[in-house]
């Protein structure tokens, strides 16, 4: 069993549409947890960051950790063409040292398009 | 600043040939981790580094991939030789690695797309 799980869909969606990302994950020492974003032929590019449980909005964004279920979403609110990429969620912990180095454990990552 | 930058861009080759996929990381960073990205697999950890010393090579499918980070700049990631199952796109990506009080996130550079005929 991976140590993150993610549904690679594909999702599509018409614009205009909310759009509900997941992840789960397996892992209790994870703490961080991100979304990335990723458009065709580039690299992913971070979108939204949070630490331990809770909700975090950014504009038509809105992330959500629930740590007791192993559980993260990503909410796109009134979802634009322009929103078209595949999402990775990603999240880290501290290992015993102190340090995780930076490591990041991503989900497969969920494409996504935005039809008009 | 620059971003993570990567060269080539994009890389053709035929089965058996060396390839050397090059990675200066944003200036400050001090861990810098290798990605395959294929659309059966996603992306994949290959190797990472922490001021320039391989902290976990676990990810490296086999012999024929090595990496080094000669200084705090410059790495490489090289395949010798090549096969077709190697065609895939490989990132890099930096982060300033923290202590217990703040966490940074992971830059990913541009890419390159890598095919071996």
């Known amino acids: 069993q991976k140590e993150v799980e993610q549904d690679p869909g594909p999702l599509s969606v018409p614009e205009g549409a909310i759009v509900s990302l997941n992840c789960t994950y397996s892992n209790s020492a994870f703490q961080y947890f991100m979304w990335y974003r990723q458009y065709s032929r580039k690299g992913p590019e971070l979108l939204m960051y949070t630490y331990s449980s809770g909700n975090k909005e950014d504009g038509r964004f809105t992330a959500q950790v629930d740590k007791s279920s192993k559980y993260i979403s990503l909410f796109i609110r009134d979802s634009q063409p322009s929103d078209s990429a595949t999402y990775l969620c990603a999240m880290s912990g501290r290992s015993t040292g102190g340090t995780s180095y930076g490591k990041l454990t991503f989900g497969q990552g969920t494409i996504l398009t935005v039809h008009p | 600043d620059a971003g993570v930058i990567q060269s080539p861009r994009h890389e053709v080759t035929e089965m058996g040939q060396e390839v050397t996929l090059r990675c200066k990381p944003i200036?400050?960073?001090?861990?810098l981790f290798w990605y395959r990205q294929t659309m059966m697999r996603g992306l994949e950890l290959l190797i990472y580094f922490n001021n320039n010393v391989p902290i976990d090579d676990s990810g490296m499918p086999e012999d024929r991939f090595s990496a080094k980070m000669p200084n705090a700049s410059f790495s490489t990631l090289k395949i010798q030789p090549s096969e077709p199952r190697d065609s895939a796109v490989y990132f890099c990506?930096?982060?300033?690695?923290?202590?217990?009080?703040?966490?940074?996130?992971?830059?990913f550079g541009p890419g390159t797309r890598l095919l071996v005929l």
């Open positions: 990506a930096s982060i300033r690695d923290g202590t217990r009080t703040y966490q940074e996130t992971q830059y």
């Open positions: 200036s400050g960073h001090n861990s």
